[in-house]
């Protein structure tokens, strides 16, 4: 079994993921366009990890960053697996939901149960990391039809605000602000199909709304009473 401890050059990285030394080049050296540093880096700052050997003329990592880093993005599966790769066009994306390398507060591995006035949140029973939902599996969760639905309404607005932007710089929702935004969302479509409430109820409980003056059956009601109404 692997040590943990183990430092990983870039080459045994690139192996590790079954990709190029190119990207792992770029997991070590290239700054992130939304701004922070390159994503093996920024792993290992989420963990609290030192990595003194990462400046060195041969850069190497601890094997335990290069494991979490993997999980998050989407190359490995939570017992360091391969993740199978998801098909289709343009950026490809986590065929699964991945793992946060961030250590989640207040939890224990599954499904948590949360201190007083706390929310509980899905985290990996493995790590403790909690789960990160790409476009292609945050969709059905948010109670969207499609994945076009889901992207397309995220262009207009209409969808949950990503929790973050992973070290590859695509966004990611947590499986719980997908819940919320599905429940209220129910909530959203029943007020708009409500119609207009009531302005009181009578004693019997049926519902009456309060016309102005001017309407015509406020008029006709106010004549059949004898009342004169004011124009």
Known sequence: MARQDELLTLNEIAQLADVGRQAA???????RKTGGEPPLRM??????VAIPEANDRSPRYPRRVVVAFLKAVGYMNADESPMERRGGRGKWA?????IDPRPAEHTDP????PESGEASLYVDRSTGGRLRYYNA?????AGFGSENSFTSSRTLGRAPEPDGIDELERPYWFRETLEKWAVDNMDRKAARFAGPRPDGF????QPFRILP???YYAKKAAEQAGQTVEK
Do not use: F, I, Y
């Open 213 to 215: 003056g001017d309407n």
């Open 110 to 113: 599954g499904w948590s149960v």
């Open 94 to 98: 986590p065929a699964k939901p991945t």
């Open 25 to 31: 080049q770029k997991w070590h050296a290239q700054p």
């Open 202 to 205: 009578t004693p019997e409980g």
């Open 43 to 48: 792993v290992a700052k989420a963990m609290h």
């Open 137 to 141: 599996h945050a969709w059905e969760v």
